[in-house]
């Protein structure tokens, strides 16, 4: 009975060792998929790989590094190959890994810090996120820019970007300078950042009046009081004066005035036709002319015409037939041989001292 006891436990043990030899035979021939991640930012880990089967590897693109930042894959490069990946934020990478042979497989990531941007939802960033988020690689420079409206009504209600403050330390106000956007000064992302934007409530004043240029309207804060007022104008020789404002309580004195503003609010200016130059351009002329025809009429004086006898208008008449005005003086043309000799003689003069002409010439001529 010991006998048979002893023989059944050593055939067990031979046995064990048979099956134990051909398994680890078995898994020493098997191929395998060793995984692993540049800079150790995940253990490393080996995937056995059964040959004729399809193996396919999953790996997260973005994985929580801690509260403020993550790690985002870049690439992967399978037994020495390096493979650029399209970055993304979320989701899940897959690759179908050949199983005929062993493997080696090392991903590679950056880490990416988030900014949060608060107060508004009409902004972007310069440049934009590789993971098209707001997170950005380490080290990278962004700039936030922002449009300075946002229409809440139109034409009527709009919110104004009035400044912005970095991680609630410090604060900076967004001047109105005209422009339609502005963009924060650049933002170096090597930990977790916010930008807040302030806003305030605008509301539009029109003012308004068929007759005129009005003054005043534009976009206002709650609780300002706005001077506003008009030209009035004229139609030709009809002057226009504003007898009243409608639509708001307005004070008024004149031509000019002020509102108050609590929303939006359209005043009309009441404009009436004046008619006083009109009747002042058609009576005083009348008058001017009545008065220099009273004063002509009344300062009226005969015209006495003096008569000349016919036997002194017949002297006159002889007298200037048989004495002839002189054309020219006595002794003009002797005058004018003289000037011109001596004309002649000092040209003459001039161009000897100039050497224009010799000494016999010259004594010649002269």
């Known amino acids: 009975m010991k006998l048979l006891i002893i023989s059944g436990l050593v055939l067990t043990i031979i046995f ?25 930012l995940l253990p490393s880990y080996e995937v056995p790989l059964v040959s004729g089967q399809t193996y396919t590897l999953s790996q997260n693109h ?14 992967y490069t399978l037994d020495g190959e390096t493979v650029k990946l399209s970055r993304t934020a979320r989701g899940d990478f897959t690759l179908t890994i050949p199983t005929d042979s062993s493997h080696n497989l090392v991903f590679s990531a950056v880490t990416q810090y988030a900014l949060s941007v608060e107060g508004t939802n ?23 820019n922002v449009q300075k409206t946002t229409e809440i009504e139109p034409n009527k209600v ?10 609630k330390a410090e604060f900076w106000n967004v001047d109105d300078d005209g422009s ?27 003012v308004i009046s068929d007759s005129g240029e009005t003054t005043g309207s534009g976009w206002y804060e709650q609780g300002e009081t706005v001077p506003i007022g008009i030209d009035a104008g004229s139609d030709g020789v009809i002057l226009n004066s504003v007898s009243g404002w409608e639509g708001a309580d307005v004070t008024y004195d004149g031509n000019t005035a002020q509102v108050f503003i609590d929303g939006p609010v359209t005043v009309s200016a009441k404009v009436e036709k004046n008619y006083s130059l009109v009747i002042g351009l058609i009576i005083i002329p009348i008058l001017i002319i009545g008065a220099i025809g009273f004063r002509k009429f009344k300062n009226k004086v005969p015209v006495v015409v003096e008569e000349k006898p016919v036997e002194r208008i017949v002297e006159k008449v002889i007298e200037r037939v048989e004495e002839p005005e002189k054309k020219y003086e006595d002794g003009y043309d002797k005058k004018l041989s003289d000037y011109l000799s001596e004309q002649t003689k000092s040209k003459l003069d001039e161009m000897h001292s100039s050497e224009i002409i010799s000494d016999s010439k010259y004594s010649k001529i002269t």
């Open 16 to 40: 064990a060792s048979l099956t134990s030899d051909f398994s680890y035979g078995q898994f020493s021939n098997q191929n395998t998929l060793k995984v692993s991640f540049e800079n150790n």
């Open 62 to 75: 973005s994985w929580v590094q801690d509260e403020t930042s993550r790690f985002n894959l870049v690439s």
């Open 122 to 144: 009409d902004f972007s960033f310069l440049p934009s996120s590789p993971t098209n988020d707001n997170w950005f690689d380490a080290g990278t420079e962004v700039s936030v």
């Open 158 to 167: 709009r919110q104004e970007i009035t400044g912005w403050s970095l991680d």
């Open 180 to 206: 339609t956007s502005f963009t924060t000064p650049p933002i170096t992302l090597n930990e977790y950042h916010q930008v807040d934007f302030f806003t305030a409530y605008q509301y539009k004043l029109n």
